[in-house]
T-cell receptor, first 110, second 112 residues
């Protein structure tokens, strides 16, 4: 599986935007970029995914670099409930299981 | 829509004892996963089922771990005998189309 690199931790203030980076320089053409997050004492939950184009949903936006070697998860207005570990995961079309790294722990200050 | 159900939520056992975890996936989801999450780490895949067949069990310690998914619905994961290093959260997940996975809350196992 192609590897992703994320900062161990980030801090944000409530109601401000948050940009969570992910590097994936060895990404292949068939790899989708997935983001999941894990709230304290919960299982991971799906946030968003994309292939080449930027994606938006009710939770977040995903900005994908033109060369696809990096991506950024954008939370437009962080709330205290967004404090979680965020995982950036690559998965190709032929493999179903998610391979998790250590993720980025996001702290949100009031 | 009901989520992925797991039980028990917590379990404490002594080393060398056996333990079993149960998972009920979202109705209609053909793919079921078991993950192990050690404190401070991301989840690690143990086994993946497609209906009642095993797709990937390459990281399952088969000398002590076993899993089954009878009739392609519920699944059980068993550890026998347990070791101290098996202390972790065991997460079950399911998916319909093989992309978005839905996770249960997990079972926290403590081996003493």
């Amino acid at each position: 599986d192609a590897k992703t690199t994320q900062p161990n931790s980030m801090e944000s203030n409530e109601e401000e935007p948050v940009h969570l980076p992910c590097n994936h320089s060895t990404i292949s053409g068939t790899d989708y970029i997935h983001w999941y997050r894990q709230l304290p004492s919960q299982g991971p939950e799906y946030v968003i995914h994309g292939l080449t184009s930027n994606v938006n949903n009710r939770m977040a936006s995903l900005a994908i670099a033109e060369d696809r070697k990096s991506s950024t998860l954008i939370l437009h207005r962080a709330t205290l409930r967004d404090a979680a570990v965020y995982y950036c995961i690559l998965r190709d079309t032929g493999r179903r299981a998610l391979t998790f790294g250590s993720g980025t722990r996001l702290q949100v200050q009031p | 829509e009901a989520g992925v159900a797991q039980s028990p939520r917590y379990k404490i056992i002594e080393k060398r004892q056996s333990v079993a975890f149960w998972c009920n996936p979202i109705s209609g989801h053909a793919t079921l996963y078991w993950y192990q999450q050690i404190l401070g780490q991301g989840p690690k895949l143990l086994i993946q089922f497609q209906n009642n067949g095993v797709v990937d069990d390459s990281q399952l310690p088969k000398d002590r771990f076993s899993a089954e998914r009878l009739k392609g619905v519920d699944s059980t994961l068993k550890i026998q005998p347990a070791k101290l290093e098996d202390s972790a959260v065991y997460l079950c997940a399911s998916s319909l189309e093989g992309y978005e996975a839905f996770f249960g809350q997990g079972t926290r196992l403590t081996v003493v």
